[in-house]
Nanobody
Framework: QVQLVESGGGLVQSGGSLRLSCAAS????????IGWFRQAPGKEREGVSC????????NSVDSVKGRFWISRDLANNAADLQMDNVKPEDTAVYYC?????????????????WGQGTQVTVSS
């Protein structure tokens, strides 16, 4: 049974940093495309960043390019999202999942389960 658990969210001031983690069980993340998504109140869930299987490449949505980076934590079978220079508009619940591909816009077709999400709140 595949399970994804997000962690690392919290309250941070504008301009600060957070590091989110997506820990997996029941699946080897190294061999899967991984995506981080977010959903703000009243808005649709959107793709933020994705990384291809074997970490050949990664992509991000334009609004976070140069501020967010996705990477793998091989030792812990996890995928992290480093968030730097955060802005109030980054406030959302962040989710991770597996994808059938990692598209240039930082998203892709979801082919797996969702975690419970982790709340990120950025104060101005």
């Amino acid at each position: 049974q595949v399970q994804l658990v997000e962690s690392g969210g919290g309250l941070v001031q504008s301009g600060g940093s957070l590091r989110l983690s997506c820990a997996a069980s029941g699946v080897r993340l190294l061999f899967r495309n991984i995506g981080w998504f977010r959903q703000a109140p009243g808005k649709e869930r959107e793709g933020v960043s994705c990384i291809s299987e074997m970490s050949e490449y990664s992509n991000s949505v334009d609004s976070v390019k140069g501020r967010f980076w996705i990477s793998r934590d091989l030792a812990n079978n996890a995928a992290d999202l480093q968030m730097d220079n955060v802005k109030p508009e980054d406030t959302a619940v962040y989710y991770c999942t597996t994808l059938s591909r990692c598209d240039p816009n930082g998203s892709g077709p979801v082919d797996g389960t969702w975690g419970q999400g982790t709340q990120v709140t950025v104060s101005s």
